[in-house]
């Protein structure tokens, strides 16, 4: 797992490193704030690819009592290192691809030509990165307070990223921010032809 936890800290901090650029370059302040939101994601990411570095520091069955189950690898006097080292692989996946997404997200936010299309390059990528490392990371460390912290940094992220990109989406548009020549449709047309009436 240290092997595939080195790998995403070099995926995330290449993502962080467009980010960082798109931060500076601008250039427009939603575009600030998206970069920052997808900082923040990276930030919560690397925590998750952390914890499944770390694993578990419980010895499993350990209560279940019979054996000397404190012995590092051994449950009940049994070693259990298959399962363990199928759940790592599972685990390494995981997280290597969740980092890859996140990457592919900073990368877009760098690369996309106007503040909606990178908006959706700093959600959708990267919450779907979240998803992964944390479903990674709870293979890993196995203990349901441990779990259940992950599942609701997963939840708080679904909950929040959507409703973040909208509102920012929204005061772009307001603001003036300038959609790409290659948009075709523009949705918010009519709604801000009805909204002032003096066009």
Request: with cysteine.
């Amino acid at each position: 797992m240290s092997a595939a936890a080195n790998i995403a800290f070099v995926l995330l901090c290449i993502g962080s490193i467009a980010a960082l650029v798109r931060l500076v370059r601008g250039p427009s302040t939603a575009d600030r704030v998206v970069a920052t939101d997808l900082l923040l994601t990276y930030l919560v990411l690397a925590t998750a690819v952390l914890a499944a570095r770390r694993g578990s520091r419980r010895v499993p069955g350990g209560d279940a009592g019979g054996g000397d189950s404190r012995l590092p690898g051994h449950v009940d006097g049994r070693p259990f290192r298959r399962a363990e080292g199928s759940m790592t692989v599972v685990a390494s996946v995981l997280v290597v691809a969740g980092a890859a997404l996140a990457m592919i997200g900073g990368i877009g936010v760098l690369r996309l030509p106007d503040v909606f299309a990178r908006m959706h390059a700093a959600t959708k990528a990267p919450t779907l990165a979240l998803v992964m490392v944390a479903i990674g990371a709870a293979v890993r460390v196995g203990g349901a307070s441990d779990v259940m912290f992950l599942v609701l940094v997963v939840v708080l992220q679904l909950a929040t990223a959507p409703v973040g990109a909208h509102l920012i989406g929204r005061a772009a548009y307001a603001s003036g921010d300038q959609l790409s020549t290659d948009t075709v449709i523009d949705d918010l047309a009519d709604a801000a032809e009805l909204a002032d009436p003096d066009t």
